[in-house]
């Protein structure tokens, strides 16, 4: 089975400070690994993907995520934050070439203050 | 940009009632899926859908819950008689066009309040 585990409930920061969203995974086979961002009464809107290729992935709104294989990690980096980014993160993985569910974190709360 | 689409976006029922939430998955994706969100909790996997049948479901999706894909584009769950329990935001999923890589797109989600 996969766990994921997101380390901080709630990550305050000011805007325009750089900010890292941590995410880690437990799986015994490989994983596809996403974040997707949910923004107050929305739904889930995918950020960014890791597949194959580069550990570095770029996603919308300036985000980026590095996938580091001997750590199991995941983590979701922005260089500077602006207040439109307040919403809650959440991490997941799928196994790959198996087209079943998705395992999620508990979610991070990003609060921009300005 | 195609998106999954769902209705209604808030349903209310009383305790025992059915409901049926519905989903419009993307055109040519293959693979269905149904998520719940209780509120302040993480997301949960409910169940997944293809070629006309369930290929997964969790522990959560006993008896009284159940999917169908009625016409060919509507991909629905039913509950057959709610519990307070159920009131939580439910989420479609799809993935996996003809050159699917395991990405799963979801909709608005659609708020059940049981009372």
């Known amino acids: 089975a996969q766990s994921v585990t997101q380390l901080d409930s709630q990550v305050p920061v000011f805007e325009e400070a750089p900010v890292e969203l941590r995410c880690n995974y437990s799986?015994?086979?490989?994983?596809?690994l996403f974040w997707y961002v949910q923004y107050p009464n929305q739904g889930l809107q995918l950020l960014l993907k890791?597949?194959?290729?580069?550990?570095l992935v770029k996603g919308i709104n300036g985000f980026e995520a590095e996938f580091n294989k001997s750590q199991t990690s995941f983590h979701l980096r922005k260089p500077s934050v602006h207040i439109s980014d307040t919403a809650e993160y959440f991490c997941?993985?799928?196994?790959?070439?198996?087209?079943?569910?998705?395992?999620f974190g508990s979610g991070t709360k990003l609060n921009v203050k300005p | 940009e195609p998106e999954v689409t769902q209705t209604p976006s808030h349903q209310v029922t009383q305790m025992g009632q059915e409901v049926i939430l519905r989903c419009v998955p993307i055109s040519n994706h293959l693979y269905f899926y149904w998520y719940r969100q209780i509120l302040g909790q993480k997301v949960e996997f409910l169940v997944s859908f293809y070629n006309n049948e369930i290929s997964e479901k969790s522990e959560i999706f006993d008896d009284q819950f159940s999917v169908e894909r009625p016409d060919g584009s509507n991909f629905t769950l039913k509950i057959r008689s709610t519990k307070l329990e159920d009131s939580a935001m439910y989420f479609c999923?799809?993935?996996?066009?003809?050159?699917?890589?395991?990405?799963?797109?979801f909709g608005p989600g659609t708020r059940l309040t049981v009372t």
């Open positions: 997941a993985v799928g196994r790959v070439r198996n087209f079943n569910k998705f395992y």
């Open positions: 799986s015994s086979v490989s994983v596809y």
């Open positions: 999923a799809s993935s996996g066009g003809s050159t699917g890589s395991g990405e799963q797109y």
């Open positions: 890791y597949l194959s290729g580069s550990t």
